[in-house]
């Protein structure tokens, strides 16, 4: 079964504060693990990005944390502001992309001013 | 254009009446796919497109459901006698390489069938 799982489902964090959502996966054959961003009424943005062959990645505020014998990720979202009210969605693909992206169920953040 | 486009954006349609969506993508795209996005849910892949090779179909959730593109270019999702379990948001992505890499998404087709 191809599944990402995440969580939690909705957050709320306050201003300056870490916003941490985590996701779990089941098929070790993924091997490219993205974060998108989502705005209402918009498309998904990537966000950042990691392969298994990496523990940490960051990219300004914003760090993929992997731990592969554990098969988990998390997205760790520094210094909280109120435009990173977002739903955050985690995904995981194979490499032929022949399935397309697998995604998460999705994360409503709130960053409370 | 910059980005992946979507039309129509918002189309609402009776139950039992065929719909079609249009997604063009980025220019040098070679991959393409659809995913339906219901609401509150995350994305559910429908269908995906590598250069002039035959499409990925696996994830169509009926016959109801197909698709076609043109090439590297313009491609349509076709629902037929739409349910109102169809009623979802309808969307694009293309990137230059196969895998899940560099995705780049339109805004979606919102398809309400009422």
């Known amino acids: 079964q191809q599944q990402v799982k995440q969580s939690p489902q909705s957050l709320i964090v306050q201003k300056g504060g870490i916003s941490i959502i985590n996701c779990a996966y089941e098929?070790?054959?993924?091997?490219?693990f993205p974060w998108y961003q989502q705005f209402p009424g918009k498309g998904p943005a990537l966000l950042i990005a990691?392969?298994?062959?990496?523990s940490e990645k960051k990219e300004g505020r914003f760090t993929i944390s992997f731990n592969k014998s554990a098969k988990q990720f998390s997205l760790h979202i520094m210094d909280s502001q109120p435009g990173d009210s977002a739903t955050y969605f985690c995904?995981?693909?194979?490499?032929?992309?022949?399935?397309?992206?697998?995604f998460g169920k999705g994360t409503h953040l709130i960053i409370q001013p | 254009g910059a980005g992946v486009s979507q039309s129509p954006s918002n189309k609402v349609t009776e139950k039992g009446k065929d719909v079609e969506l249009r997604c063009d993508p980025i220019?040098?795209?070679?991959?393409l796919y659809w995913y339906r996005q219901r609401l509150g849910q995350g994305l559910e892949f429908l269908i995906y497109?590598?250069?002039?090779?035959?499409?990925?179909k696996s994830g169509l959730p009926s016959d109801r459901f197909s698709a076609e593109r043109t090439g590297e270019s313009v491609s349509t999702l076709t629902i037929q006698r739409t349910q109102q379990e169809d009623s979802a948001v309808y969307l694009c992505?293309?990137?230059?390489?196969?895998?899940?890499?560099?995705?780049?998404f339109g805004s979606g087709t919102r398809l309400t069938v009422v």
């Open positions: 992505a293309s990137s230059f390489h196969r895998g899940g890499y560099g995705y780049t």
């Open positions: 098929n070790t054959a993924f091997d490219y």
């Open positions: 990691i392969r298994p062959d990496v």
């Open positions: 995904a995981a693909s194979f490499p032929d992309g022949a399935d397309g992206l697998t």
């Open positions: 220019s040098g795209h070679t991959a």
């Open positions: 497109f590598q250069g002039n090779s035959a499409p990925d």
